[in-house]
């Protein structure tokens, strides 16, 4: 087996943590942290052969981390439950793995499906995220409930693509918003970070113009026009919610 780790974190999603699972056939491990789902999602991950732990929610940063001190194997894929690796990338990772490096982290290719269309352009467009490393290098880092992974060595590329479906519908994409920007003001507040009239006034209008043409947004059509306004909206609330949280 490859000497190697698939950590997932997850909470109901067991109509889709298929994909995320099977990416890597012959991983050594699979492994699913699940935070109180109520799908079933355990015993889908289970079934599918993965192991399952069981545990709180105590936010990004801290969930993938401890999944990181959960894997057993040298190196660690961290996958979210709605990614799935394209054949191209697994064929990448395998080469690494088997290798042992050079590297001691690898960047992924991360592409969004938004309703079935894949998106080209703007801030939901193809971006790199640092994925797969060396299991005692490898911490979460960031302010939730943006994560990022920090590798103590030298990073590298992998060609192939992540496929990444974020979204089963409009709606979930607003509960989301919702969520996250609740999320930014418990941590800004708690940080002392504050919001300013002209963050509320100018930091939206920033993000349409920066996604529509800046980064292409444009060439998405309606989609990215729409993408684009959620993005914009994002802004607007979690620097609004501030403003009116704040003392």
Same mark, same amino acid.
């Given at each position: 087996?490859?000497?190697?780790? =698939? ?6 999603e067991?109509? &889709? ?15 699913? =942290?699940?935070?109180?789902?109520? !799908? ?15 545990? !709180? ?16 194997q ?5 996958? !979210? ?11 990448? =990772?395998?080469?690494? =793995? ?5 590297r001691?982290? #690898? ?16 801030? *939901? ?11 005692? +290098? ?14 103590a ?8 693509? +992540?496929?990444?479906?974020? #979204? ?10 919702? &969520? #996250?920007?609740?999320? *930014? ?47 914009a909206? #994002?802004?607007? +609330?979690?620097?609004?919610r501030l ?5």
């Amino acid at each position: 087996m490859l000497p190697l780790s =698939v950590a997932i974190i997850a909470r109901d999603e067991a109509d &889709r943590i298929e994909g995320a699972i099977r990416s890597l056939p012959d991983a050594a491990e699979v492994l699913v =942290v699940d935070s109180g789902s109520t !799908d079933g999602t355990p015993e889908v991950a289970r079934g599918l052969g993965a192991r399952v732990v069981e545990t !709180d929610w105590p936010g990004h940063v801290t969930q993938k981390n401890r999944a990181a001190e959960l894997c057993t194997q040298p190196w660690v894929l961290f996958l !979210d439950a709605d990614e799935a690796v394209t054949e191209e990338l697994a064929r990448a =990772v395998r080469a690494v =793995v088997r290798a042992g490096g050079p590297r001691d982290g #690898y960047a992924v290719l991360r592409r969004n499906t938004w309703l079935g269309q894949v998106v080209r352009g703007g801030s *939901f467009g193809p971006q790199w995220h640092l994925r797969l490393a060396r299991r005692e +290098l490898a911490t979460w880092a960031g302010e939730d409930p943006h994560d990022k992974l920090v590798v103590a060595g030298s990073v590298g590329r992998l060609d192939g693509v +992540l496929e990444h479906v974020p #979204y089963r519908d409009v709606g979930e994409h607003l509960g989301t918003i919702d &969520r #996250y920007t609740a999320r *930014f003001v418990e941590v800004s507040l708690e940080r002392g970070r504050r919001s300013s009239l002209l963050d509320v006034l100018l930091r939206p209008p920033i993000h349409l113009l920066r996604s529509l043409v800046l980064q292409a947004g444009l060439r998405d059509g309606v989609t990215g026009v729409v993408l684009a306004w959620l993005g914009a909206t #994002y802004v607007a +609330l979690k620097w609004g919610r501030l403003w009116w949280r704040q003392p």
